[in-house]
Nanobody, 126 residues
Framework: QVQLVESGGGLVQAGESLRLSCVAS????????MGWFRQAPGKEREFVSR????????SYADSVQGRFTISRDNAKMTVYLQMTSLKPEDTAIYYC???????????????????WGLGTQVTVSS
């Protein structure tokens, strides 16, 4: 059974930083692309970032490019999302997800991912 557990969310002021973590279990972590998505109140879930299985390829949504950095530690089965220069519009529940297929970069489409964490709340005040 695959489990993903996010942590690191919280309430911060605009301009501050947070680092989210997601610990995985139940799958060969270093064979799978990992993604971060977010969902703001009243909005659909949207792609934030993804990282390939060895970390060599990363991609970001335009809205976070240059402010967020995704990374992973395969020995710890953990993926991170470092968020800087946070804005009120970054307020959302942040979810990590694991791609369905191994050794595949996948895409920003949520349907490419088959297991999700429960999410961690990030709130940015102005």
């Amino acid at each position: 059974q695959v489990q993903l557990v996010e942590s690191g969310g919280g309430l911060v002021q605009a301009g501050e930083s947070l680092r989210l973590s997601c610990v995985a279990s139940g799958r060969t972590f270093d064979a799978y692309t990992m993604g971060w998505f977010r969902q703001a109140p009243g909005k659909e879930r949207e792609f934030v970032s993804r990282i390939s299985w060895r970390g060599g390829t990363k991609s970001y949504a335009d809205s976070v490019q240059g402010r967020f950095t995704i990374s992973r530690d395969n020995a710890k089965m953990t993926v991170y999302l470092q968020m800087t220069s946070l804005k009120p519009e970054d307020t959302a529940i942040y979810y990590c997800a694991i791609l369905k297929a191994p050794y595949d970069l996948g895409s920003p489409v949520s349907g490419d991912y088959d297991y999700w964490g429960l999410g961690t709340q990030v709130t940015v005040s102005s």
